[in-house]
């Protein structure tokens, strides 16, 4: 957003957005396969800072996820001034972020299913989360079944 608003009309984030996005599954990706080392920046829950629940740090990606978290390490004078002023905004932010996700995970509603229908009517193939104003279908599974054979 903050790019977004910094470029006043002029351009458009959505590249740096998308070469992030990018580089960050290609990140995930090798590590799933094994390749040792991985280190991405991501914005993640982590005792990395004691003040936050949530800091943006530098990890160590492997098979399973978030393998390792590496230390903030030493800050310069500015960069511990920066640190410090940064903090009722980011508990702020923090505390939003945490808000939007626990009002997006309470408007959807596990789903038992193998097989059922989004609010589109389109099907889903497996288990999981989906819409709360599209519960599960019982014929989803007969439908499901027919079309996969």
């Given amino acids: 957003t903050e790019v977004v608003e910094a470029k006043a009309g002029a351009g458009s984030a959505t590249l740096s957005m998308a070469y992030a996005a990018a580089r960050f599954a290609e990140s995930v990706l090798l590590a799933l396969n094994g390749e ?6 991501t914005f993640v829950e982590s005792d990395v800072h004691p003040d936050f629940k949530f800091f943006a ?4 990606l ?3 996820g978030v393998e ?8 310069s004078p500015a ?3 920066g640190l410090d ?7 702020k932010n923090i505390k939003t972020g945490i808000e939007f996700a626990n009002k997006a995970l309470s408007a959807r509603t596990s789903c038992p299913g193998v097989a059922c229908s ?8 497996r288990a999981g989360m989906h819409d709360r104003e599209a519960p599960c279908d019982p014929g989803s599974q007969e439908a499901f079944e027919s079309w996969s054979g």
């Fill in 118 to 125: 989004d609010k589109r009517g389109r099907l889903t193939t």
């Fill in 57 to 60: 740090s530098k990890v160590v």
């Fill in 79 to 81: 960069e511990q001034a």
């Fill in 85 to 91: 002023g940064m903090n009722e905004l980011l508990t």
């Fill in 68 to 75: 390792d978290f590496l230390p903030l390490g030493e800050l």
């Fill in 62 to 64: 492997g098979p399973n």
């Fill in 36 to 41: 040792k080392d991985v280190v991405e920046c």
